[in-house]
């Protein structure tokens, strides 16, 4: 099963209403989304396609192995919640093998998205040092996740297989035995995140 990262696409603002064109043509396309209240959408597909539901919460060019997904925090190594009605999920991976290649990190919090890999509701890309690298999150709902990683050893944001269609890139879940080939069923991966700070450990294969 492929796991492609889609990408961001300007002109997915096509078709909105008359108003928010007018407002694209006197500020900007983004500054438009922003002031319609519209969220800005990428994609985690199997197909190459993009899906309209998370967005990437990527450290950007740094070389960091940690990165914080609450824009407001201004400590990017606290995964403690700032919001009384939502929660932290701290998410180290280990082992990330390969000496380059971004690791990929989706999130998910219904099965049908997680057996598919699409749509996460939040996803990263990390560089990780000294096979490690920590994704924090901080404003999280309380709920029930799973999380599906693997590092891209060759850039083409795909969880490349042999003609076997066993993986040849470095790949875990939540949840997972690093010694079982097959991904484990949503409700095996599913962590439950209902205390203030929730930490799980994903060891790549």
Known sequence: MAYTIGKMQPDFIQGRTTGLMQLIQKNGWLS???????????GCTMDGTTSERATWDDPGSTSHATASSDAASTDPSSSHSTNPQTVGFEIQIRNAKLEEGRVHVALFDHEQAFVDRDPPIRKTRLTAENGACTWR????????????????????????????????EPYGFSNHDPGKLRPPPFERAVVDCRQPVNQIEIKLR
């Open 137 to 168: 999150i901080t404003d999280l709902p309380p709920g029930q996740y799973a999380v599906a990683v693997f590092q891209d050893g060759n850039g083409n944001e795909t969880l490349d297989k042999n003609r076997l269609g066993m993986p040849v």
């Open 32 to 42: 438009a989304v922003a002031a319609s209240g519209a969220l800005l959408m990428g």
